[in-house]
């Protein structure tokens, strides 16, 4: 039996690529389609199926057919505050470096004053 942090891991998978996380942060306000999406993200049409494919088989998206058009929204609002909960764990922890290579920065020219 396949164990939970294994389908944790799996999904944080999912998440662990640029153009995916881009394709959920525009779904967070609104549904789109899948024409919006490309025209947003700048990604072929070829490509954008592929995302929304792996997105929609993960359970991460939803599609919605209207005549010939899909439209896509995300399956859960949680989905959008993880990767806005990530992205804040990163700004921190960028922020963290630069104070530190500041400090590393005015104390090597105290040091180089002597």
């Given at each position: 039996m396949e164990s939970f942090f294994n389908r944790q891991a799996e999904l944080c998978k999912i998440f662990a690529n640029d153009k995916?996380?881009?394709?959920?942060?525009?779904?967070?306000?609104?549904?789109?389609?899948?024409?919006?999406?490309?025209?947003?993200?700048?990604?072929?049409?070829?490509?954008?199926?592929?995302?929304?494919?792996?997105?929609?088989?993960?359970?991460?998206?939803?599609?919605?057919?209207?005549?010939?058009q899909l439209f896509y929204r995300l399956s859960n609002p949680k989905i959008a505050q993880a990767c806005n909960l990530m992205r804040e764990v990163l700004v921190e922890l960028l922020q963290e470096k630069e104070k530190t290579f500041s400090m590393l920065i005015k104390a090597s020219k105290k040091n180089g004053e002597r």
């Open positions: 995916r996380l881009e394709i959920i942060n525009l779904l967070k306000n609104a549904e789109l389609s899948t024409g919006e999406l490309i025209k947003k993200t700048g990604l072929s049409k070829v490509t954008m199926s592929q995302h929304l494919n792996i997105l929609k088989s993960a359970g991460v998206v939803i599609p919605r057919r209207n005549g010939t």
